[in-house]
């Protein structure tokens, strides 16, 4: 206001030039120092907002989660051995059967004929050759007095061995009848529980047929088979030599079971072998594992779900999966918020899910602040403040780690 009283109506100085001047050079100052107030409240006001999540290492159990169907432990066919009619069964389906147990009975009328055929036959054989070692004996104390020729004497030694292998022979042919007329009896080669039969009594059966009788199933400890990539098999195998995991029991890993339903199953199994042969079509290596199943509630054919545990590692560095992004080519990257309060790209490797978390292996270091919030507006080297700060703890519940 002063510089407009110092102006007349011509805009000629109205008093002293000085004074004028003065005001002029008073308003162009206080003019700057607002602008300068005005530009460092703009810096200010631009920083944005972000939560970050300060690194440290943490012991997990790193876990694998895979499918298959459960089968049997044992698992055995019963087919008949010999031909025959089906005179009646001996079990009840669906029932558990002892090994040794009858299941079926064949008619045995034919083998028991044949039985005590090769029973007589054994019988002549052996008087004959009762006959046949005392004319060999009297020959042997009238030889010596030349009461016999000698011809005579070896004819009797030859009938005695040739009616011994008669014996032998008989001998064998009555133990294969015996044996024939014990398969008319079809017993239960395993323990287990029995299913369905495939026939009634009156049906005929024959030693050669390929359709079981019925299937006797051992489900006191079932098998699970499941596949995986060997890739996975490669990185466990480099993780475990470079220390990076650590075997979690010596009794083998183990595998928590989860049902069709999703429930989860009581009984925990236990790895048992890992197969050494890839599948040339898929790629992939078959794991066995073995589930207890006291009660029965396991199946065969039954699909679950496994929870497998691969390794632990003191060490981890876990990052929130929305705390990474991808590049176009699959590169993963996080927002840092570093020491100069800017925001810093880093590249990093995370392959493996651990939960709702990514398992990072590299670019990552203890106290590196990783921004978990605030970051879809962030540029290289924007200013940041740092409004929530929260410690790198393990996941409250952890989930299955998944490998991409």
């Known amino acids: 206001m002063a510089l407009f009283q110092c102006l007349d109506v011509h805009g000629r100085c109205a008093t002293r030039p000085g004074f004028c001047l ?10 700057g120092c607002a602008k300068h107030q005005a530009g460092g409240a703009g810096d200010a006001a631009s920083a944005t907002e972000v939560g970050v999540l300060v690194m440290a290492p943490q012991k997990i159990v790193e876990r694998t989660e895979l499918s298959g169907r459960l089968s049997a432990l044992n698992v055995a066919d019963v087919r008949p051995q010999i031909s025959g009619i089906v005179q009646k069964r001996l079990f009840t389906e669906g029932a558990d059967v002892a090994a040794g147990q009858p299941l079926y009975q064949i008619d045995p009328a034919v083998y028991q004929a044949t039985y005590d055929q090769a029973r007589g036959v054994l019988a002549k054989a052996e008087a004959v050759l009762s006959d046949a070692k005392a004319k060999s004996s009297r020959y042997a104390e009238l030889v010596k007095i030349n009461a016999v020729s000698k011809q005579d004497y070896d004819d009797a030694v030859a009938a005695v061995n040739e009616d011994q292998a008669d014996v032998l022979a ?23 529980q029995i299913g369905v039969s495939s026939v009634t009594a009156g049906a005929l059966v024959t030693a050669e047929q390929t359709t079981a009788l019925a299937t006797v199933q051992s489900i006191d400890r079932m098998y699970l088979d499941v596949t995986r990539p060997s890739i996975d098999w490669l990185r466990l195998r480099k993780a475990f030599n470079a220390g990076h995991l650590k075997r979690v029991g010596a009794q083998g890993a183990a595998v928590h079971i989860v049902m069709e339903d999703g429930s989860d199953y009581a009984q925990p199994g236990t790895l048992a072998f890992s197969d050494i042969t890839v599948d040339q079509t ?15 509630e396991l199946l065969p054919g039954m699909f679950v779900r496994a929870d497998l545990e691969e390794g632990a590692d003191d060490q981890a560095m876990l990052v929130p999966q929305l705390a990474v992004t991808r590049t176009p080519d699959g590169q993963a990257t996080v927002w840092l918020a570093g020491a100069d309060g800017k925001a810093h790209a880093a590249t990093v490797k995370a392959e493996t899910a651990y939960g709702d978390r990514w398992i990072v292996s590299q670019g990552l270091k203890i106290g590196d602040r990783v921004v978990i919030s605030g970051a879809s507006q962030l540029q290289d080297g924007a200013p940041v403040t740092v409004t929530d700060t929260h410690a790198s703890n393990a996941p409250a519940a952890s989930g299955a780690a998944v490998h991409g």
């Open 170 to 192: 008989d001998h064998a042919s009555l133990e294969s009848a015996r044996i024939n007329l014990g398969y008319t009896r079809i017993t239960s080669p395993i323990s287990g």
């Open 22 to 31: 003065g005001s002029m050079l008073l308003l162009l100052t206080l003019a």
């Open 282 to 296: 898929t790629g992939s290596v078959t794991l066995r594992v073995v589930v207890p199943n006291p009660e029965h």
